[in-house]
């Protein structure tokens, strides 16, 4: 591009910061089409040069322009419009009644997020971004016994087509398993899935239809919010105080909106790391049976408690039906072996089986064989005892390194279970994606808290996944994460203090 079309007017006394002003300015010209796609930008130190303004400020306009799809980087070879970019909201089309093109699929936070994972991959980062679990935890050995075992066994048998339901065995090895939770249920109510992901995909698939209504805790699971967005359903985060889901919120917006189902972790959420109090399920059970709204529980992370008192899943208090519980050994055993299930009532379990025959006719049978082997062996419950005093450990080292590094008007989470820290950094500094440029500068990854708001919010919040890293590393990646607060907050008083023409 020339350089005489960056003919933007920065207004130095507004409270807008520049950083914004360049956004806005970036953005008119792109819609405008005055910077059609492969237009290549100017490098920040020369667009800072030029405008007489911090990098730091270009560097923040980029990334976040980039996180928003109006522009994609490569390395070495510069920042550019994209080619192709998200639809502005309109097209979204508030009721997804709307004729959808499959190319104006409401995607809205997918580049933001592939991008953050690709520069959290970057050798020499310490990653805390991810919902993994760490691969030293994995039962590699006990799962190559189990293959071996289950060829010699079944032989062939165990690389056919299985039945859409799954597994017989494992489903009731399943029921047994959850009936240590407190779930009551029979084999024939447990459907195998292709992982927990899949079992919520295909619940609200059986459930909802497009332009429906689905309700969530607000932050809440970003794959949920990707399944609303790609199924063309309407999403709407309701807030938590310390008990859970505000529930006077909730029930508002059951008398105006008719939700067809409300999405629920009710313990160690994601990414609050956040327990619902015993009697704030028994609200939501009775609200949910009360008006006819089904509530699908996910319980992924229900077994991971390092301290504190073990809760009853909500399925567990279920009298009425109304809970659909969705789960899976992935994080406790195998992430990639996919393996995942869902429990519901009768008349929702047959639409599940029909929805799951349809998506993918069933889930591989030699690794649901190899999951009901390991449960058989006793395999879960080692790993359960051992990965739950390292998360310990974990935790412990995150809240001391918390304490030490992150910038004083800060606040966490002391969470008592899973894999997450949820930190808010103080208002008046910069938001945790201008931060994150940085902290990958100085080698250290998190999530930003925005993407977690299925309606906007949480621009300051930001998740560290403290389980995916060792003690060491931990410590040092909270280090490095003070670092790039101090450094940025640097930057920011140059800008404040220099006189710009
Ligand atoms: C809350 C929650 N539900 C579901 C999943 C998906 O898990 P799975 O690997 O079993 O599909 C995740 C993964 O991060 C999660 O955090």
Partial sequence: MLPGEFNIVLDRDSEEPIYRQLIRFIRSQVDSGVMPAGTRLPASRDLAHQLDISRISVVNAYAELRAEGYLSAHAGRGTFVAGERTPP???????????????????????????MMRLARKPGVINFSTGAPPIEFFPVQHLRDAINTILDRDSGRALSYEVAEGYGPLRASVRDYVSALGIRCSAEQVMI?????QAIDLVVQAICCEGDLLVSESPTYLGLIDIARTRRLNIQGVPMDEDGIRLDILENLILESRPRLIYSMPTFQNPTGGVMSLHRRRQLLNLASEYGVPILEDGVYHE?????????????LDESGIVIHASGFTKNLLPGMRIGYVIANNHHHERLVRVKQAADISTPGLNQRAIHLLLERGVLAQQLERNNRELR??????LDAAAR???????????QGGYYLWVELPRSGPTAA???IAAIQTGVAYAIGSVFFPNGGG??????NFGAQKPADIEEGFRRLGHAWRELTRDYADIEKTPLM
């Fill in 89 to 115: 909201p309109e097209m979204n089309g508030h009721n997804g009644r709307h004729n959808h093109h499959p190319a104006e699929l409401p995607v809205t936070p997918d580049r933001s997020i592939r991008e």
């Fill in 193 to 197: 899935t292709g992982g927990t992901q």
């Fill in 304 to 316: 991971f408690r390092f301290q504190g008192e073990a809760l009853p899943p909500l399925k567990a």
């Fill in 393 to 398: 450990r974990r935790r412990d080292a995150a």
């Fill in 405 to 415: 590094c992150l910038p004083s008007g800060a606040r966490w989470s002391e969470p």
């Fill in 434 to 436: 201008e931060l994150y």
């Fill in 459 to 464: 621009g300051h919040q930001l998740r560290i």
